[in-house]
C-alpha cells in the first residue's frame, strides 16, 4: 500500500504545476486576453464556421495532456470568433452584454483562491461582499433596508427565487393551485413562464392583458379583470411587470400597478432584467416610478453593468418569506448552525447552495471604476438609440414606438405582409452574412421586425453610423 501511495502521490501532485509553470500559463493566459481585446473590431461580430465543432471534436480528452499554446490556439478558431461576438461593439442585438475587464479580474481570482461565497460561517468576507451588492442595488431600486437578495446566474434563477417566494409568502398550495390567477402581457419575458413551470405553478390561471398602443399593460383591462375573476370565486394571486421588456424596452405603469396590487392584495414582480440599471441615469429614473413599491424585481448586472455573463441578481422586500422557502438546515452543516440569520449566507435566499463568487467580479468593476463611468455609458446608449431611431427613420425605414430604453424596431414597409416580412429577413440576412453589425429580429402580431438594442459599453457614435450607412446603401441596391 504505502507504495501504491507514493506512486499516487507522484501523479496527483501534477496537479499542483510549478512556479515556472504556472507563470508560463499566465503569461500566455495574458497574452491571449490582450489580443482578443485589442483585436476585439477585426472580429467579425458574427460569423458561420462549419469547422468551428470539428476542430473541438478532434481535441478528445486523453490520458496525456496537451500543450496550452494548442489549446488556445484551437480556442480562437473554434469559440472565440465563431457565432456572435457579444463582447464587441458592433453587437446591437438580443439585450448584449459586454464583459468588463475588472468582471474578469474578479473572476480570476475567486477562481484561484475557491473562496466558497454560499455560507457566512464559510467566509464571512465573500457572503458579506454579496451582500454589500444586494445592498447597494436594493437602495437603486428604493428599496427598505431590510430587503434582501442574491446574485444569481442570470435573470431565469433570479426570477425562480422570486417567484417560489411568491408561492409561499401567499400560501399557494397544491390545492389552490388551480384557482388563483397570475396577470402580465405578452410583453413579459419568457423566464415568467418557465419558472411558474418550474415552481410547480403551471396549472396556474394565467390571464393576458391587453396592451395600449404604446405596449404597456392596460390597467383599465387589469382592474376590470380581477374584478371578473374575484366574482367567480378565483384568487388573484400575482402582477408581473417589465420595466425594460425585451422585444421593445417598455416600461408598464409601475405606479397605477401597485396600486392594483395593493388594492387586491397581490404579490407584485418587476422584472427588470434589462432595464433596472437605468435607474443610475438622472433623466430616465421617473420612467420607473413606482418599481420601489414592488415586492420583488430582477436586474441583471451583465447587462446594464456590463458584467460577464453568469451575473443576474434578485431583490425581495419579504425577508421572512425567503428565508421561510429557501435556508436549509441539515446534519452536515451542523458546524454552521451557529450562525444567525441576521449574517447574511447567499445560500440561505437562494435554490443554489454551491455557487461561484460572483460578488468579486461585481465588486472589483465598482470599485475600479466608480459608478460615473457606467452612468455616462448608459445615458450614452439612451442617446444612441435616440439617434439612430431618428435617423433611420430619415433613410425611408418604417419605425416602431419611440424608444424608452435602449432598443428600437425598424422595417422596410410592403402592402403586403408576408412580402414585407419575407423583405426584411433578407435585409437580416445580408446583415449577418456581413460580419460588420449584429441585430436580432422579433415578430409582433406576424410582423417582422429588426430589432437594434444598444447596451455594450464599447458601442459609440460611430458603429452606430457605420450601421446606418450600410441600411442608407441597401436601400440604394437595386
Not at 192 to 205: D, N, Q
Not at 423 to 428: F, V, Y
Request: glycine share 6%; with cysteine; aromatic share 10%.
Amino acid at each position: 500500500m504505502k507504495t501504491n501511495l507514493l506512486e499516487l502521490e507522484q501523479w496527483s501532485r501534477k496537479l499542483e504545476p510549478d512556479h515556472q509553470t504556472i507563470s508560463n500559463w499566465f503569461e500566455q493566459m495574458t497574452a491571449y486576453a490582450h489580443r482578443f481585446v485589442s483585436k476585439m473590431d477585426d472580429i467579425p461580430v458574427y460569423r458561420e464556421d462549419k469547422e468551428a465543432i470539428d476542430i473541438l471534436e478532434s481535441l478528445t480528452v486523453e490520458e496525456e495532456p496537451r500543450k496550452l499554446e494548442e489549446l488556445l490556439q484551437r480556442l480562437y478558431q473554434s469559440v472565440d470568433t465563431v457565432g456572435i461576438n457579444p463582447a464587441g461593439a458592433r453587437h446591437m442585438g438580443y439585450v448584449p452584454g459586454g464583459g468588463v475587464i475588472p468582471g474578469a479580474v474578479g473572476d480570476f481570482i475567486a477562481a484561484v483562491t475557491n473562496r466558497y461565497a454560499g455560507i457566512h460561517y464559510a467566509n464571512p468576507g465573500a457572503a458579506h461582499m454579496e451582500y454589500l451588492m444586494v445592498k447597494w442595488m436594493a437602495e437603486l431600486v428604493g428599496y427598505p433596508d431590510d430587503a434582501v437578495g442574491n446574485l444569481s446566474s442570470g435573470g431565469s434563477m433570479a426570477t425562480l427565487t422570486a417567484i417560489t417566494t411568491a408561492r409561499d409568502h401567499h400560501r399557494i398550495t397544491p390545492e389552490r393551485i388551480r384557482t388563483s390567477v397570475v396577470y402580465l402581457t405578452r410583453q413579459v419575458h419568457h423566464c415568467i413562464l418557465k419558472a411558474l413551470r418550474i415552481a410547480g405553478l403551471s396549472e396556474v390561471v394565467l390571464r393576458i392583458i391587453p396592451m395600449q398602443d404604446d405596449f404597456t399593460m392596460d390597467i383599465k383591462a387589469l382592474q376590470q379583470t380581477i374584478e371578473d375573476d374575484l366574482s367567480n370565486q378565483l384568487n388573484p394571486f400575482m402582477l408581473v411587470a417589465s420595466a425594460g421588456s425585451t422585444d421593445l424596452g417598455i416600461i408598464d405603469p409601475l405606479n397605477e400597478i401597485a396600486d392594483v396590487a395593493g388594492k387586491y392584495e397581490c404579490w407584485f414582480h418587476v422584472d427588470a432584467a434589462y432595464g433596472g440599471f437605468f435607474l443610475l441615469v438622472e433623466q430616465a429614473k421617473k420612467l420607473f416610478s413606482g418599481i420601489d413599491r414592488s415586492d420583488s424585481v430582477v436586474m441583471d448586472p451583465h447587462k446594464g453593468l456590463f458584467l460577464p455573463y453568469g451575473t443576474g441578481a434578485v431583490i425581495i422586500k419579504h425577508r421572512k418569506s425567503v428565508l421561510a422557502t429557501h435556508a436549509y438546515r441539515a446534519n452536515y452543516m451542523q458546524d454552521s448552525f451557529s450562525q444567525d440569520y441576521d449574517d447574511y449566507s447567499p445560500a440561505d435566499f437562494s435554490p443554489e447552495l454551491t455557487r461561484h463568487f460572483r460578488g468579486l467580479r461585481m465588486w472589483m468593476s465598482l470599485q475600479l471604476f466608480g459608478v460615473r463611468p457606467f452612468r455616462a455609458a448608459l445615458q450614452e446608449k439612451l442617446e444612441l438609440t435616440q439617434y439612430f431611431y431618428e435617423k433611420v427613420s430619415a433613410l425611408g425605414y418604417v419605425t416602431g414606438p419611440k424608444p424608452t430604453l435602449s432598443v428600437c424596431l425598424f422595417r422596410i414597409d410592403h402592402p403586403d405582409t408576408n412580402t414585407a416580412n419575407d423583405l426584411n429577413q433578407q435585409l437580416t440576412t445580408h446583415l449577418q452574412q456581413g460580419g460588420q453589425i449584429y441585430l436580432s429580429t422579433t415578430t409582433i402580431d406576424n410582423v417582422f421586425w429588426l430589432r437594434i438594442c444598444i447596451l455594450v459599453f464599447r458601442t459609440h457614435r460611430e458603429h452606430v453610423d457605420l450601421l446606418l450607412q450600410i441600411l442608407a446603401d441597401y436601400r440604394q441596391t437595386p
